[in-house]
């Protein structure tokens, strides 16, 4: 039988806290819930999320926030599988959330920049500076990625220098002028950092490049770029693709997985974008085919920007054409929407929160199931892994018997 499967990412749709978000000074923090109040409150109505709502995400956010329900419509009927997931990965960055989905928690602790002004260490930054040939670095401090070109862009442009900054997560930035330092200069500055912060355990080096003249005008473009180590151990994507399975990433999904177990890498920028690449794909490929989106705006423009406005009209933007994945499923598509962590936009700071993830799950025809409360978002990957005829992973429980 021809099978195929779609996940589309919402990154950093998280609906509740986790169990364990003392440990990361997030109890209280909902993305979901937060983004609904806010939405009421600035528009004088409900945000309106009714084929979401179909897949069951009303009732998951409910049952996920013990109790505290994100105020929005609920359906009359629901056509999917729904569910919330814990995560069993150390930290809520992105790749440890993507690769459990995928079957490979991050047990271990990634390194980190703690320091919040001079974050790295200057032997590292001698060496970076010296094999690239660059005069010094700009920033070397935690920072939101647009407040610091609007800071720094001017020197940048003067001087040559890289802006480099960190986070919470466990990563090296670089923002660099396109036309000014110019863009393939940017990414083998980023190529160099990344051989060197092997060492200290950092995640990604992630290449931010912007285009602009002035402060009012410098904004980054969609040519950034993710160096990530590899998976600590063969993700679902590699024994599809071992399998003689094809893996299509769309968007960010590639350098996540830091370019294992791909068939093939579509790029494009923006949600329309994004979902018209899915919906291409979906009427494309065929048989042992999983079709993986990453939905970045969500985390990157609304999440991190701390925007619960624009972070809801995107999710109104994004239930108006699931309508439309949704019918274009046949009856071998299993279509799965989750999160890879929370970025509650009215929390303290810029950071992402530990939350849980939704899980909903759609094939034509299915009866509703309720799914529970998934202890790792593995969960999926297991699901996929048994839905393809796969060997087991070695983490998750699989949910394909409830999706009939
Ligand atoms: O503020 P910007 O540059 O968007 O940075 C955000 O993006 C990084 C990668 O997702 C996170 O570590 C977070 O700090
Ligand atoms: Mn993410
Ligand atoms: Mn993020």
């Not at 060492?199 to 950034?224: C, E, K, M, W």
């Not at 297991?382 to 087991?392: E, G, H, I, M, W």
Request: hydrophobic share 40%; glycine share 10%.
């Amino acid at each position: 039988m021809a099978k195929k499967a779609v996940i589309l990412v919402l990154d950093s749709f998280g609906i509740g806290y986790a169990p364990d978000a003392a440990k990361f000074g997030d109890v209280g923090a909902n993305t979901f819930g937060s983004i609904a109040k806010a939405f009421k409150a600035a528009k004088g109505r409900q945000l309106a999320l009714p084929n979401l709502a179909g897949l069951g995400l009303v009732k998951a956010a409910k049952a996920a926030a013990q109790g505290v329900a994100a105020d929005v419509q609920d359906a009359q009927q629901v056509v999917g599988a729904y569910g919330y997931a814990r995560e069993l990965s150390s930290g809520k960055d992105t790749p440890s959330g993507h690769w459990e989905i995928a079957g490979v928690p991050v047990l271990f602790d990634w390194g980190y920049f703690h320091d919040k002004t001079d974050s790295f260490p200057p032997a590292l930054i001698d060496e970076l500076c010296r094999r690239t040939g660059v005069p010094g670095i700009l920033g070397n401090c935690h920072a939101s990625g647009t407040d610091i070109l609007v800071k720094l862009g001017d020197e940048h442009i003067s001087t040559g220098k890289p802006i480099c900054y960190t986070s919470a997560d466990s990563v090296f930035q670089v923002a660099a002028h396109e036309q000014h330092f110019g863009l393939e200069k940017l990414l083998q500055f980023c190529q160099v950092a990344r051989e060197l912060l092997d060492d200290y355990n950092i995640g990604r080096v992630i290449a931010r490049p912007f285009t602009g003249d002035s402060a009012q005008t410098y904004a980054r473009t969609g040519n950034r770029r993710d160096y990530s180590v590899l998976p600590p151990a063969p993700t679902l994507l590699d024994k599809l693709t071992a399998a003689g399975g094809t893996v299509i990433s769309i968007g960010k999904i590639a350098d996540i997985y830091a370019h294992q177990g791909i068939s093939q890498t579509l790029k494009a920028t923006g949600l329309p974008a994004l979902v018209d690449s899915t919906l291409a794909q979906m009427a494309q490929q065929s048989d042992n085919s999983l079709i993986f989106t990453n939905l970045v705006d969500f985390d990157q423009n609304f999440g991190h920007r701390r925007d619960p406005i624009g972070y809801g009209e995107a999710l109104e933007y994004f239930d108006s054409r699931l309508a439309e994945l949704m019918a274009a499923c046949d009856p071998d598509t299993l279509l799965l929407l989750t999160a890879d962590h929370g970025c509650d936009p009215t929390w303290q700071g810029t950071e992402h929160t530990r939350e849980y993830i939704p899980v909903l799950a759609y094939k034509p025809g299915m009866a509703a199931a309720d799914l529970g409360e998934r202890m790792s978002f593995a969960d999926i990957g297991q699901t996929l892994a048994d839905y393809f005829a796969l060997d087991a992973m070695a983490y998750g429980e699989s949910f394909i018997a409830r999706l009939n």
